[in-house]
């Protein structure tokens, strides 16, 4: 990470987590700069700085180049990406296969990547250029969504002792400026968060690990803003459909006003930063999305407190009265519940065959009548027959 940090001037560095693979992990560093990084790699041995776009085989640690023609498909209409420093893009991450080894930059995340992770699971292989066969077809190569994941977790498990941070100033004027302007086409920045630098400094109010720990989880707050159902942390506006297809005369007829409306009544509003972490929705089955409790059981003093993700096993967070970090190790797949396809019933096993016969024609029915007419009439005259002679038979045995 020094070597790393060497190369490219960045405002933050920090090891964000393992990812495990089928065939190789990845280890992965959240960066924050303000300019954007024009490489893809960065090579950290003694050998001179490689800038062209090389990935990790499968199966050996040689590289192979990308090729243009693997680059996924631009759909004709799609949900435009957040631009670098903003929202899901606000950092930048690297990662490797092992400690060492080039570090190779992520892409920006689209909105489409993360809409598309929502709806499939898919465990790593370790290699950025495979394939990711499920379906729904997923539009992008692993690293795209090893990004999205990425982008999900971050969004979701990022936490923070409550009071470490504070809102700036400018919040207040940017939603007035939100409200002067509805249009909502234009970026707009992500409110600025700030260390607190009073916090934990009051003596007759001291933030103590047993305090952190509580049960209530409302010491804990979220530092990073939630991804909306379109893939991004601010809502975009799609362009209207109804003016597009309606003739210039018509156009007039309708007020802006009226359109302005429906379009504020179809925004999708993020919940609030820094909200308590106990306010978050329970799972399925009722199981509160977050685990907290205490290092050490014994020695208080020298213990930290740890909350656990639910929603995300492997996300962990450790703090203690003045410092805390985010550190997530786990396959980078979000909890869902368990539940198993029910066996099917036994077939029940038919002693009688079914025999496949043709319907009988009209003829074949009246000449069937006629036979067992015939059958009949000649069961009956036999049985006549019979009882005569029985009759003689006793007869002659009386005159004897």
Same mark, same amino acid.
């Given at each position: 990470m020094k070597?790393?940090?060497?190369?490219?001037?960045?405002?933050?560095?920090?090891?964000?987590g393992k990812i495990f693979g089928l065939y190789c992990d990845y280890y992965i560093i959240q960066v924050q700069h303000d300019k954007e990084i024009p490489f893809d790699e960065i090579n950290i041995s003694n050998q001179l700085v490689n800038r062209k776009?090389?990935? =990790?085989?499968? /199966?050996?640690?040689?590289?192979?180049?990308t090729k243009s023609n693997q680059e996924q498909e631009i759909l004709p209409f799609e949900i435009p990406s957040e631009p670098h420093g903003i929202g899901t893009n606000q950092y930048t991450y690297?990662?490797? %296969? +092992?400690?060492?080894? +080039?570090?190779? #930059?992520?892409p920006d995340i689209k909105p489409i990547m993360i809409n598309h992770a929502r709806k499939i699971r $898919?465990?790593?292989?370790?290699?950025? +250029? +495979? #394939?990711?066969?499920?379906?729904p077809p997923y539009p992008g190569l692993e690293r795209d969504y090893l990004r999205?994941?990425?982008?999900? *977790?971050?969004? =979701? !498990?990022?936490i923070s002792?409550?009071? $470490? $941070?504070?809102? !700036? @100033? %400018?919040?207040?004027?940017?939603?007035?400026?939100?409200?002067? @302007?509805?249009?909502? %086409?234009?970026?707009?920045? @992500?409110?600025?968060?700030i260390l607190n630098p009073e916090y934990n400094n009051d003596p007759t109010n001291l933030i103590t690990v047993e305090l952190l720990a509580d049960t209530n989880l409302q010491e804990w707050v979220h530092t990073l803003p939630e991804i909306l159902s379109q893939g991004r942390t601010h809502f975009w506006r799609p362009p209207s459909t109804r003016t597009t297809n309606l003739s210039k005369g018509e156009e007039e007829g309708y007020e802006e006003e009226d359109n302005e409306t429906l379009d504020r009544n179809s925004v999708e509003i993020p919940a609030?930063?820094?909200?308590?972490?106990? @306010?978050? #929705?329970?799972?399925? =089955?009722n199981q509160r999305p977050w685990s907290i409790g205490l290092t050490m059981s014994i020695m208080h003093e020298y213990s930290l407190? $740890?909350?656990?993700?639910?929603?995300?096993?492997?996300?962990? =967070?450790?703090?203690?009265?003045?410092? /805390?970090? %985010?550190? /997530? *190790?786990g396959w980078g797949q979000k909890y869902e519940q368990f539940n198993p396809s029910q066996p099917p019933l036994p077939e029940i096993e038919l002693k009688k065959q079914f025999i496949e016969q043709n319907d009988p024609t009209v003829e074949l029915e009246k000449a069937m009548e006629e036979a067992q007419r015939e059958a009949a009439s000649d069961l009956t005259s036999v049985e006549y027959t019979s009882e005569e002679e029985d009759n003689e038979e006793i007869f002659t045995d009386e005159e004897y």
């Open positions: 070597r790393l940090n060497n190369e490219i001037n960045c405002i933050e560095m920090k090891f964000w776009q090389l990935l =990790t085989s499968k /199966y050996s640690n040689h590289r192979i180049e690297f990662v490797t %296969n +092992s400690p060492g080894l +080039s570090w190779i #930059k992520l $898919y465990l790593f292989t370790g290699c950025l +250029s +495979s #394939k990711i066969n499920r379906f999205a994941q990425i982008a999900r *977790i971050t969004a =979701t !498990t990022h002792p409550a009071g $470490y $941070y504070i809102l !700036t @100033d %400018n919040r207040a004027e940017e939603e007035e400026e939100e409200v002067e @302007d509805m249009s909502f %086409n234009n970026e707009r920045k @992500d409110p600025n968060i609030p930063l820094l909200q308590p972490i106990g @306010d978050d #929705k329970l799972l399925y =089955t407190c $740890y909350v656990r993700s639910n929603v995300w096993p492997g996300a962990f =967070t450790l703090g203690h009265a003045r410092n /805390y970090f %985010n550190l /997530y *190790i």
